[in-house]
Every structure is written in C-alpha cells, then in structure tokens.
C-alpha cells in the first residue's frame, strides 16, 4: 500500500572541479532519497532514467539515459547560463535511449540542474479493455479500492485496488504486454512489476514475494501468464497484491479507472470516500 510514487527527480550541482568521482545527486523516483553513487554504480535501480555529465573539449554534455524497458518523459529544468534562456522541451526517451539534453559550455559553477522522469508516453490513448484477474480465485476479496484512505488518496495509486492473498499466491498477468520495469526491492511496493500495453497504459503489480519474480524487464508476456508470488514486501498492512493501471498524463504519473473480470463477471469495485479527484 504505497504512500505515493512520486516521479524521479534528479538534482545535479557542477563544481569548478569535476571529476569522475563526483557524479550528479538524484533522487529515487519511487519516492525514496538516497545519496549519490559513483558512475556505474548498481544501486538505485528503481530509478526511471538517470542523468550524468560526458566531459567534452570545451564543456560538458549533458545526457540522459532511460532505466526502463518502455518510454520515459523527461524535462530538464533548474539554473545554469544555458537555461537563461527557453530550457529544453520535454523529450520522449525509448527504452533503454541516451540522448543529450543540454550542452554546458566551459566549467558553469553556478549551474544546478534538475530532471523530471515520468514513465509511459504521454501521446498514448488507454481503451477500456477488460483486465483479467491477476490470480486465480473462487471468489474475490478487496482490502482497499478508489480513495482509499490508508494509501489510494494520491494521483499515481487513486484508482488501484488491493486483493487480500496468502503469501506465495501465483500472481498473473492481467493483459497482453511487455515487461516494462522489475525491482526486487523498493521502499514503497516492495517487489515490483511493472508492465507496458498496446495501449500505452501500465499495470503496476506491488508487494510481490522477493525472489520470485518469473519475467524480466523486456520481456512480451501473455494474458494469463504467471509473473511471480503475492508477498508482503515494501510498507504494506497484511500480505496482499496491490494493483493498478497507470498512465502518463503529460509530465505526470497517474493512475486511472479500469474494468476487471471476475469469476463471476465483471468485477464493481467499491469505492471509498475520499479527497476529491
């Protein structure tokens, strides 16, 4: 049950001295603060893109490289003598794409940079497609639905639905896609998957067993398909999977109303009261 999952945002600072041991700072984009990692370092993988510095003869170049097996939007912004004037508009980054963003003459010690990441392409449409149940039941249990007061009252988890299972519990895809991000450890929804569709839309599956993750990032999977086990990792009351579609709204993560096949039809998920949309 996550609290939020803000977008990436990563700071970077220039000194008159830069070396390859000071890389950039940045933040987590699932809401986490960490420090900064060395170049190349692992840590830090749930991060949607990551912003580094390429010295070049007369300054620096700086680019960014997208983390994630799917689009990223991303937007550079902050103080530096090159964005005196119009920064450079948002870009669309394709998965696994470095571009760079912005040439920074000479060595600006004055310069302090920020990126914003969103995953997903913000031109996409979602459809009402009917989402299959993401395990297999007799019947169906919700924990927490729409506006849920514990954690479903923010932008990115509004819509998304929490099913009571026992740990171990076969966790399946609930649509056709590709395996766009999967972490095995974040602070808010644990062991995570993330899964892009024809559509442009995303489906995030949080509280996983560690450990027991089937598909990688890349990776096509099939309606249906086993992707891991329900778990009880990240901040979370009770074992349980947390589920919910996702899509890119321009320069913003949001989560958005989707239909889902029960047993028995389709599924009414209730809908607490909450802060409004």
Same mark, same amino acid.
């Given at each position: 049950?996550?609290?939020?999952?803000?977008?990436?945002?990563?700071?970077?600072?220039?000194?008159? *001295?830069?070396?390859?041991?000071?890389?950039?700072?940045?933040?987590?984009?699932?809401?986490?603060?960490?420090?900064?990692?060395?170049?190349?370092?692992?840590?830090?993988? *749930?991060?949607?893109?990551?912003?580094?510095?390429?010295?070049?003869?007369?300054?620096?170049?700086?680019?960014?490289?997208?983390?994630?097996?799917?689009?990223?939007?991303?937007?550079?912004?902050?103080?530096?003598?090159?964005?005196?004037?119009?920064?450079?508009?948002?870009?669309?980054?394709?998965?696994?794409?470095?571009?760079?963003?912005?040439?920074?003459?000479?060595?600006?010690?004055?310069?302090?940079?920020?990126?914003?990441?969103?995953?997903?392409?913000?031109? !996409?449409?979602?459809?009402?497609?009917?989402?299959?149940?993401?395990f297999l039941a007799g019947d169906v %249990?919700?924990?927490?639905?729409?506006?849920?007061?514990?954690?479903?009252?923010?932008?990115?988890?509004?819509?998304?639905?929490?099913?009571?299972?026992?740990?171990?519990?076969?966790?399946?895809?609930?649509?056709?896609? %590709?395996?766009?991000?999967?972490?095995?450890?974040?602070?808010?929804?644990?062991?995570?998957?993330?899964?892009?569709?024809?559509?442009?839309?995303? !489906?995030?599956?949080?509280?996983?067993?560690?450990?027991?993750?089937?598909?990688?990032?890349?990776?096509?999977?099939?309606?249906?398909?086993?992707?891991?086990?329900?778990?009880?990792?990240?901040?979370?009351?009770?074992?349980?999977?947390?589920?919910?579609?996702?899509a890119n709204t321009g320069l913003a993560?949001?989560?958005?109303?989707?239909?889902?096949?029960?047993?028995?039809?389709?599924?009414?998920?209730?809908?607490?009261?909450?802060?409004?949309?």
């Amino acid at each position: 049950m996550p609290r939020s999952l803000r977008p990436l945002l990563l700071s970077l600072a220039l000194l008159p *001295a830069l070396a390859a041991a000071n890389p950039p700072g940045w933040r987590q984009g699932w809401g986490l603060e960490r420090p900064a990692q060395a170049p190349g370092h692992t840590a830090g993988t *749930a991060a949607f893109a990551e912003l580094k510095l390429v010295r070049r003869a007369g300054g620096y170049s700086v680019q960014v490289r997208n983390r994630l097996a799917g689009p990223v939007q991303v937007r550079l912004h902050g103080q530096a003598t090159a964005l005196e004037g119009d920064p450079p508009a948002p870009a669309l980054l394709q998965a696994g794409e470095q571009r760079s963003l912005l040439w920074l003459p000479g060595s600006d010690g004055n310069a302090h940079l920020l990126l914003d990441a969103y995953p997903g392409d913000p031109r !996409a449409h979602p459809d009402a497609t009917l989402y299959q149940l993401p395990f297999l039941a007799g019947d169906v %249990r919700v924990s927490q639905a729409s506006n849920g007061r514990y954690s479903h009252h923010d932008a990115q988890n509004r819509y998304a639905v929490d099913f009571p299972l026992p740990e171990g519990t076969p966790v399946l895809a609930a649509r056709n896609g %590709r395996v766009m991000q999967a972490i095995e450890g974040d602070g808010e929804l644990g062991c995570l998957l993330r899964v892009l569709h024809g559509d442009g839309s995303m !489906a995030v599956y949080g509280h996983l067993q560690p450990g027991s993750l089937a598909v990688r990032a890349g990776q096509p999977v099939q309606a249906g398909q086993a992707l891991a086990t329900s778990g009880n990792s990240g901040h979370s009351s009770g074992p349980h999977l947390h589920f919910a579609v996702q899509a890119n709204t321009g320069l913003a993560l949001s989560s958005i109303p989707f239909r889902m096949r029960g047993p028995q039809g389709e599924l009414k998920f209730p809908r607490e009261a909450g802060p409004a949309p």
